[in-house]
């Protein structure tokens, strides 16, 4: 049995414990062993909750408690985060940690204290929250020469451009709007100074380029002073306003900076709105990647950090052995599956153009062809329709995806 221990039972924290409950079966077939959540260490006691029972307020009691092999920190905040994890490490015990405001300023040192102590010390949801970018930067494009990372890694000051940009709402405005849906804290200053940015460029950089960076150190503006005319200003010339975390690496060192820019439209930056965050980072081999998703949230990054307790078990992570014989009826034939479709015939024989024009939910005439944008059907009701249309010619049919389509029409 697998006991873990989780400090901070808020956002980040009950969304493990979360995961862990509803997602029981699974990870005991990926660990091969059941896993518990032991301990919950916070301020708060509660009571009515499934879980009071496991709540402490004591951190000796895990860190005592031999049993315990993986702690999830999820307090939030330098102090005493900090302390914990280094107790806990040197208990033997490994740290999964959501915090990148500790990592970015300690993360070295507890990373260092984890190897002397035949532990591990993870945070793949101290950036982009759910987006996997920690590992993949580490292991994954580890053949390369990164040369630069180029992200927006902040959903509250993505949001509020995003609502500036598509409502022409001034920035305080939009702050309120974040606020009230809860994507913006009460007191918002780490995400629109752009110093939550500052901290994940800094983690990024450091696992980039080799060396820490300071948060101290690197040039940080916020969003505060973007006003709606920048806004209307820079689109009318074909760009964006994005809140960009950025550091590049040249033969003498690295340039990093955390600031709003002007992002071409072209760019595939610009197409990532609300709450949403996408890191680049490019490499000498590779050459371009991207990762895109949930950069915070409860699920999300609880997500992240069971990946890191599934990594602390050593469980050799990549790829899953998979099984070789399914069960019967286990890939599904597509063409059960209603998909909208674009449809573009020849000729201009009224008959058979009413017959498609009837069904369609929009239809543009170029020269002697037309094109017609059909609703989701399966393979078989559109061969019915074209059935019924003598000497159709069919120059051109593309389904168009749309993912809550795809599934089958009788499913
Ligand atoms: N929320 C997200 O979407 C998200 C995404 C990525 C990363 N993170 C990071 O994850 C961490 C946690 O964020 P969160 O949103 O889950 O915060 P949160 O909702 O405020 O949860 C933190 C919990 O820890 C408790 N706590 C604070 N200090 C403690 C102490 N000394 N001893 C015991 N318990 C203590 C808090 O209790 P009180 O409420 O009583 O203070 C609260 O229940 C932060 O580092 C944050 O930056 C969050």
């Known amino acids: 049995m697998i006991q873990v221990a989780i400090m901070g039972f808020g956002v980040v924290g009950s969304g493990v414990a979360k995961i862990i409950e509803e997602n029981q079966a699974l990870l005991a077939a990926r660990l091969s062993d059941e896993i518990t959540v032991k301990y919950i260490l916070d301020i708060r006691d509660f009571t009515g909750h499934a879980l009071a029972g496991r709540v402490v307020r004591d951190f000796s009691v895990i860190e005592n408690d031999p049993e315990v092999s993986v702690v999830v920190e999820a307090m939030g905040g330098v102090h005493p985060a900090y302390d914990y994890s280094l107790k806990a490490i040197r208990a033997k015990k490994s740290v999964v940690t959501s915090n990148k405001e500790l990592v ?54 993505n949001y509020i451009l995003t609502q500036m940009e598509e409502n022409g709402a001034p920035f ?59 806004i209307s200003d820079a689109a009318e010339a074909g760009y964006c306003i994005k809140l960009l975390g950025h550091v590049r690496r040249d033969s003498e060192g690295i340039t990093p900076i955390v600031a709003p820019f002007l992002l071409s439209r072209t760019h595939i ?30 699920a999300p ?11 602390a078990c050593e469980v050799p992570s990549s790829p899953v052995l998979w099984k070789e014989k399914a069960p019967e009826g286990y890939i599904k034939d597509v063409s059960e599956c209603a998909f909208a479709r674009y449809l573009r015939v020849k000729g201009t024989r009224a008959d058979s153009l009413t017959v498609l024009a009837e069904c369609a939910v929009r239809a543009v005439s170029n020269g002697d062809e037309t094109g017609f944008f059909l609703p989701a059907m399966t393979d078989e009701e559109l ?11 069919v120059v051109s049919s593309i389904r168009i995806f749309t993912p809550g389509e795809f599934v089958p029409k009788n499913g």
């Open 383 to 393: 061969a019915v329709i074209l059935k019924m249309i003598p000497e159709l010619d």
């Open 172 to 230: 305080a405005d939009a702050l309120s709007d974040a606020q009230a849906r809860g994507f913006a804290e009460r007191d918002p200053s780490a995400d629109i100074d752009g110093k939550d940015t500052c901290r994940k460029l800094c983690i990024l950089a450091d696992i980039a380029f080799g060396y820490q960076v300071n948060p101290d150190l690197v040039t940080c503006e916020g969003i505060r002073a973007i006003s709606p005319r920048d």
């Open 104 to 157: 970015s300023l300690h993360g070295r040192e507890l990373l260092e204290e984890a190897k002397k102590n035949g532990v591990r010390y993870l945070f793949e949801a101290s950036v982009g929250g759910g987006i996997p970018i920690i590992r993949p930067l580490s292991d994954c494009l580890a053949a390369n020469e990164i040369s630069s990372v180029t992200g927006i890694m902040n959903g509250t000051t």
């Open 301 to 311: 990054t609880a997500s992240a950090m069971v990946g890191d307790i599934i990594e």
């Open 269 to 298: 930056l610009s197409g990532v709105s609300g709450v949403f965050n996408g890191i680049g980072v490019v490499g000498n081999m590779v050459g371009e990647t991207m990762f895109y998703g949930h950069g915070a949230g409860s």
